[in-house]
């Protein structure tokens, strides 16, 4: 098991140095106030996600529980 797990986590160690070598080749010259600025927008995109899918789970609990109450007025 454990030569296993090392084999695993020495192939993935060797294959990152590709991608590390690919990382000294950028061209558009980004700096740290680039990507400042777009881990400030994505974090707007998630502050609005969460409070969208928290509607959209009570929406659906509230239609489960119409559909019960139906259900159970039907059965009467």
Excluded: R, Y
Excluded at 4 to 18: D, K, N, Q, R
Excluded at 29 to 56: E, K, R, T
């Amino acid at each position: 098991m454990k030569t296993t797990l090392a084999t695993i986590f020495f192939s993935i160690i060797g294959t990152a140095s590709t991608v590390w070598a690919a990382v000294d080749g950028l061209e558009d010259h980004s700096g740290l106030l680039c990507w400042i600025f777009l881990g400030f927008c994505a974090l707007i995109v998630v502050a609005q996600l969460l409070p969208a899918i928290m509607m959209m789970a009570g929406m659906a609990k509230g239609v489960a529980e119409h559909s019960v109450k139906a259900e159970e007025k039907a059965a009467k």
